[in-house]
């Protein structure tokens, strides 16, 4: 076809440009030496005006003009299509000075955040982030919206979203949960602290994770564990994927939920199918079913009696004397105990999207310039004592615990709560046509769920939106009610109380 092996090269010139950037990113938050922070920035700022150049190059709108109307392009090669035309026009109404503008200040931003967060004051992270909620304003405005700057942004990461379709959803599913939290609170339950005096070697949480990363079929010759401040995944290509992880001596949970988390990840940018390599289809739809995946492994499989009962006699091995007089039944009853805590990555099930609740709120406060940058730790603050009940004994705990504003990914955060939502939705699929997955779970043979996921959902790439993929894959859209039902079941049953 005329035409076609031109836009074949030049998509994947810009998959392999995108890959180099983010192996600089990932190199930033897991090698960079102090000293070389700066000269990242203008490392990462050079790039993205190339890749922006190639993105707004007008022959390659010509191109996508030209197979926009053709007829008889495959459904593979007409999503390619699509897909790039969304990224080249979004890339046209941003300005190249504003793209490494923002390249420069996040750079500088991360920085910052992590001296802030160390000393747990906000004060060296405000004027870094002014100068990013400075840039997303502007670029929110380059892109254009129908209601809200705040849109423009949330489309970012999950196409197609505004705060008309998402807000509904938060408005019924914020006080369920608080219902929830509180029926379990009024049962009193004794704290479990099964933990508190023990140790937890930190090479041998690290020899865990990789056991459990092995567990769910990521593939460790096309990735690779590192540390890092804030657990995270990127990816070059789909045979270079990194997942980064962090441990506490005294805790061994964080280490365990960060690295299934972080593989759900890690499973999605492994599991696009070979003939799609190199195409903007090799991407997750959205945000939101990305992180369903990292969700769904972390939350319905890792907090699940049947995981454990496969899984706690390694860690018995490797924790023998950390571990003495505990089971796994009181193990895995730790693992859900619903109490509230100042830290989102270590929150609940039942209430961590309470923590997304008060993030989105100060969100939209920022970006429409309602709360004035230097009152953030106290919205903050006050928001947490309204949403969660809780009040944050200092900023590292409270407005700092995030990486994601550093990285200017405001709008980001809703899609955990997306995830969370669609996590449900594909487990219940994966049961119907799955009858034997949790006895195949007890059994710690976790490949029919992993396999039935890279079918239905990471093979598919962005083939079609997030939420047709999911009506595919499990025969309904976005909702709160079947993740709603999930939490009342189970922690009816483990608490004793009722809906």
Not at 299 to 323: D, I
Request: charged share 30%; with cysteine.
């Amino acid at each position: 076809m005329d035409g076609w092996n031109e836009l074949d090269r030049r998509t994947r010139e810009l998959s392999d440009l995108r890959g180099a950037f983010e192996l600089l990113s990932w190199d930033q938050e897991t090698q960079l030496p102090p000293k070389g922070v700066a000269a990242r920035g203008r490392q990462r700022a050079a790039l993205e005006g190339v890749l922006h150049e190639r993105l707004v190059d007008p022959r390659l709108f010509e191109l996508l003009l030209r197979f926009q109307g053709e007829r008889g392009l495959s459904p593979e090669r007409a999503a390619w299509v699509r897909v790039l035309h969304r990224q080249a026009e979004r890339a046209r109404r941003t300005p190249d000075r504003l793209v490494r503008e923002l390249a420069l200040a996040t750079s500088e931003a991360v920085e910052a955040w992590r001296l802030a967060r160390a000393e747990g004051r906000f004060a060296p992270f405000e004027a870094p982030l002014a100068r990013v909620l400075e840039l997303r304003r502007e670029q929110a405005d380059a892109l254009g919206h129908g209601g809200t700057r705040y849109d423009a942004l949330l489309d970012v990461y999950e196409p197609g979203a505004t705060l008309a379709s998402i807000g509904p959803i938060f408005a019924r599913l914020v006080p369920e949960l608080q219902r929830l939290a509180g029926a379990i609170a009024e049962t009193r339950p004794e704290p479990l602290r099964p933990f508190v005096g023990r140790r937890f070697d930190l090479a041998r949480q690290w020899d865990l994770s990789l056991t459990l990363l092995r567990a769910i079929g990521f593939d460790l010759q096309a990735g690779r564990l590192d540390r890092s401040t804030h657990p995270f995944t990127m990816r070059s290509h789909a045979t270079d994927v990194r997942v980064t992880n962090r441990f506490r001596e005294d805790d061994p949970l964080p280490g365990i939920f960060g690295a299934l988390h972080e593989g759900g990840h890690g499973l999605y940018e492994q599991g696009f199918a070979p003939s799609i390599h190199g195409t903007p289809l090799a991407e997750a739809c959205s945000f939101g079913l990305h992180e369903s995946q990292s969700r769904l492994w972390e939350n319905l499989v890792g907090r699940s009696l049947p995981f454990w009962r496969a899984f706690f006699p390694e860690l018995r091995r490797l924790f023998p004397e950390s571990l003495q007089g505990l089971d796994v039944e009181r193990f895995w009853r730790a693992v859900n105990e619903v109490r509230p805590t100042h830290v989102r990555v270590e929150a609940d099930e039942v209430t961590y999207n309470l923590h997304i609740a008060l993030r989105l709120r100060i969100e939209q406060a920022l970006i429409s310039g309602e709360l004035p940058l230097a009152e953030l730790p106290s919205a903050w603050n006050e928001a947490s004592r309204e949403i969660l009940g809780l009040v944050p004994p200092d900023d590292s705990l409270g407005v700092l615990q995030d990486i994601h504003w550093a990285w200017g990914d405001l709008g980001y955060f809703p899609t955990y709560t997306i995830g969370n939502l669609y996590s449900v939705i594909l487990a219940r699929a994966a049961e119907r046509e799955l009858p034997n997955l949790w006895r195949d779970v007890e059994r710690g043979e976790l490949s029919p769920l992993r396999d039935w996921l890279r079918r239905k959902i990471h093979a598919r790439g962005r083939l079609e939106e997030a939420e047709a993929t999911v009506r595919a894959a499990a025969g309904e859209g976005l909702s709160e009610g079947p993740f709603v039902d999930y939490l009342w079941r189970k922690y009816g049953e483990l608490y004793g109380v009722r809906r």
